[in-house]
């Protein structure tokens, strides 16, 4: 954990190490999802047509808000975030709470919902909801490349930011 005191200030992370960081997450991510997946529908034998399918959604759901508050409020690192020397902090430096946590999620959540309408309204040739949505991302990720913080919506609205940690000093042997 980074620590608020230490005369090191805390450099922000650009959108090309985070982007880098969200491909080797949500691979992660996939994989716990999948054995999720695959021992309720096991258990329950759940399909899409099967009356408990919302609880499996919520299930999904909560599985996935579990595995990233349990990295992000014991430390703030993640698996991936580690091997991209990234660290999840509060505004001033400090760890983060559930709370934290809860906000930055369904925030973050609700931009790849944003995301996955536009895609799938450019799939069906509705082409003013997949533009609305491409000036949206393109006007988000401008709008964080130029922030001095490199915040992002759902940093704003969970008062978080991605920290780069300091590179190991390699010793010799």
């Known amino acids: 954990m980074t620590d608020p005191q230490s005369s ?4 922000p992370i650009g959108i090309l190490r985070r982007l880098a960081c969200v491909v ?3 691979m992660l991510l996939l994989a716990v999802l999948m054995l999720t997946a695959l021992g309720a529908t096991l258990l329950t034998g759940v ?3 099967h009356p408990l399918f919302p609880l499996f959604t919520l299930l999904i759901l909560c599985v996935a808000f579990l595995y990233f508050g349990w990295f992000w409020t014991r430390g703030g690192i993640s ?3 580690q091997t991209w020397r990234i660290q999840l902090v509060g505004r001033r430096g ?3 709470t559930w709370m934290h946590a809860m906000r930055r999620f369904l925030v973050a959540l609700l931009q790849w919902v944003v995301l996955l309408a536009g895609l799938q309204a ?4 509705l082409w003013p909801v997949a533009v609305v ?3 949206l991302v393109v006007a988000g990720l401008i709008w964080t490349w130029r922030h001095p913080q490199k915040l992002m ?3 704003l609205l969970s008062d978080t930011r991605l920290v780069r940690l300091p590179d190991h000093k390699k010793t010799g042997v």
């Open 8 to 11: 090191a200030p805390l450099e």
């Open 24 to 26: 080797y997450e949500s």
């Open 47 to 49: 399909t899409e047509s």
């Open 79 to 81: 698996l991936a975030m």
């Open 94 to 96: 400090q760890a983060i």
């Open 122 to 125: 450019w799939r069906t040739d």
């Open 133 to 135: 949505v491409l000036v």
């Open 153 to 155: 919506l759902h940093d």
